[in-house]
Every structure is written in structure tokens, then in C-alpha cells.
């Protein structure tokens, strides 16, 4: 029991750091692909446009993959995806290097790497579920240790991104995050245990739409990622929104822009570790989260000076990492596991779809506005609309019985 459990152990720290370094690299291009965008065409809207992509990667391409990860499992999954990243993310800078990058080209790359995340995201929870086991309240603290290491990486990515772009230019920064992907791939390769995808293959579940279907019966989840999808318009928008109030408003540069989308991550963090304390998980604290992230997002309309901004920034962070560490834990858990792969996938496929809404709104708003206001009055909006949707389902949870399929 005890080696069991050390190896178990071994595995997560291997999870862990495997995350946290892909997550600075990605990090770091999430300051240097908008700011190459911005600083070489003048245009938000093609700024916009190119982070909306990868979004729609995701929307478009989600369901499917998530047959893909119940073929593959988990552990391969992670390896076929960080592989196929890193590969789509150098080309951007070859291209670039070679004469050749265009914008129809940035939207292809950029789709062709959202189209591996809800798989990828999917199957470190799945991950995660059979190495900690079936306990929700340890699952939900060990999500967010996970969250919080995670978010720790995005705290430090943009800041750090914001820097190197500013002393090497867009470029080696997008080529350092697809080197950063290969460190994973080894990583999970050779800790992470492999698991058998008989049972998944071979289940009445082997439909691409299964996860759809399973989700479609709950009908107060089905709300609360309408609620939560709604909200992430305004993370969209905000992300798309905080480089262009760094511009004008406050007349800074990359690394300013860098700090604010940093503060995201570093509120995340706390709210990760706050998330490791709580021993007792009730759905007050969801409610909580989803309200705290809305009014921070009102905050940002009034004129504030840039460490105000941060921290409005990074008390979103804390709010949301606390609202999805729940979340997650308790899908991961009452989902049967010939189910979850699928499940998973297309919950986070969901949670997506409407982000490209958001980065294409606020890159619209940004062009054809002389100030943030109207791109910021989108964000919040979305915030405080999706919170109102979401909170009537905790309300109104039911228990899971024997009978009911996937009631959180």
C-alpha cells in the first residue's frame, strides 16, 4: 500500500511540473500572439480574430477528440497533444522567420492548437481522478494544489513574457513555448501510469455525441455551464480587453500588459491554495465564487490606477480557480468512469464555445470605440449575466442517487 501510494505520489508531482511548465510557455505567448498581432497590423480586430481561433478550435473540434481520448486514455492523450502543439505553435514563428506568416495563417495554427485542449484538459483531471481516487472533497483539494501550481505558471508567464517580448521580440517567445511542451511529453511518459481503454472502447458510450447525451439529462448542469460559459464571454473579452488598456489608457507596453494579464494567474493561485484548506466542500463557496468573479469585473469601469487594476485582475483569478476546482472534482467523480472521457471533453468543449464570442466582441468594440469602456461594460455584463444564471442550480442541487446520472 505504502509503494502504491508513493508511486501515486510520484506521478502527481510529475502532473504538477509537467503543467506548470507547459503553462509558462503557453503563458508567455498569451502576451507575445496578441502583442505580434497588434504591434504589425494596428488592427484589435485582427487581434481579436486570432485568439478567437484557437476558441474555435476548441468549440468545433472538442466532441470529437473526446472519442479520441477514450480510445487512447489519459496518458497518451497528454502525449499526442502536447506533441502536436508544440509542433503547430514553432511553426508560427518559422513562417514568420521564412517571409511566409499571414493572418489566414496565424486563424489555421491558432484553431489547429484549441482543437487538442479539451482532450488534453480532460484527461489530466481523468488523470488526477484515478490517482487520488473517489473521495470528492480530497479530489477538490488536490484540484486546486493543481490549479494553484498551474496558476502559479500563469502568474509568472506573462510577466515574464511581457519582459522577453520586450527584449526579443513576439517571435523566440511563441518558439520557447513549444519547446516548453516537450518537457511534459517526457515527463508523463515516464511517471504517469498508463490505463486500460478496453473498457471505454468496447461500452454502449463509444459514440462520438455520448458525452453530449450523458450531459443533456442533467438539466440543472446543463444550466450551470450555460451560466459559466456566459461568464467566460466575459474572461474573453477581458483578456482581449487588458493588452489595449494597457496601450491607452495607462500608455504603457508589453510589460505592462504583461503585469495585468498576469494578475489573473497570480489570483488564481491564491484561490487554489485557499481551495487545498477547505476540508468541508458545500455549494456556498461556488456561489461565492461566481459573484466575487462579476463584481470584479465591474471594478475595471471605474478609473483606476494600474496596481487597482491588477488587483480587480487577480481577484477574478482567485474567484474563479476556487468556483473550478469544485466544479471539476465533483464531474470527475459521479461520472461513470466508461463515461468520463466523453464527459469531460464535452463539458469542456462548452465551457469554451463561447469564448471566441468575446475576444471577436471585444475586438470589434476596441476598433471601432476611442476608449476601453464599451469592451469593459461587455465584460462585466457577461460576468454578472452568467453568475445569475448559475446561481439558482446550487440552489437547487439535488443527491445523486443510484438512479440519476451525474446530478452535481
Known sequence: ???????????????????????????????ALPWFVLVTSGSPSQMGAVLAAEFAGIALCGIPSGHLAALLGPKRTMIVSDLARAVLIALIPTLHWAGLLSLPWLLILGFAVG???PAYSSSQWLGMSRLV?????????????FGAVNEGASFAGPALGGILVAVMGPAPVLLLNAVSFLLPVILVAAVMPST??????????GQILAGVRYLLRDRQLVRRIVGVSV????????????????????????????WFLAAYGAGAVVGG???????????????LAVCGFAVSTWLLLIPLSPWLVIAAVATGGVCYSMFFARFFAILAVRTPAESQAKVMTAVNTALSAAGPVGFVAAGQIL???????FSLLLVA???TIGALIVIPTFQQSTIPTDSQTLSV
Open 133 to 145: 481516487g473517489e473521495d470528492e472533497s480530497r479530489l477538490a483539494r488536490v484540484g486546486g494544489l
Open 367 to 373: 476598433e471601432h470605440t476611442p476608449s476601453t469602456t
Open 1 to 31: 500500500m505504502a509503494i502504491k501510494h508513493a508511486k501515486g505520489s510520484r506521478s502527481l508531482a510529475a502532473l504538477f511540473f509537467a503543467e506548470a511548465v507547459s503553462t509558462l510557455g503557453t503563458e508567455m505567448a498569451a502576451v
Open 231 to 258: 461568464q467566460g464571454i466575459g474572461w474573453t473579452a477581458m483578456m482581449a480587453t487588458l493588452p489595449v488598456l494597457a496601450l491607452t489608457r495607462f500608455d504603457g507596453g508589453a510589460r505592462l500588459a504583461g
Open 196 to 205: 486500460s481503454t478496453s473498457q471505454s472502447a468496447a461500452s454502449p458510450d
Open 381 to 383: 455584463a457577461a460576468a
Open 115 to 117: 482543437a487538442f485542449f
Open 273 to 287: 491554495l485557499i481551495t487545498t484548506r477547505i476540508k468541508s466542500q458545500t455549494d456556498h463557496l461556488p456561489v
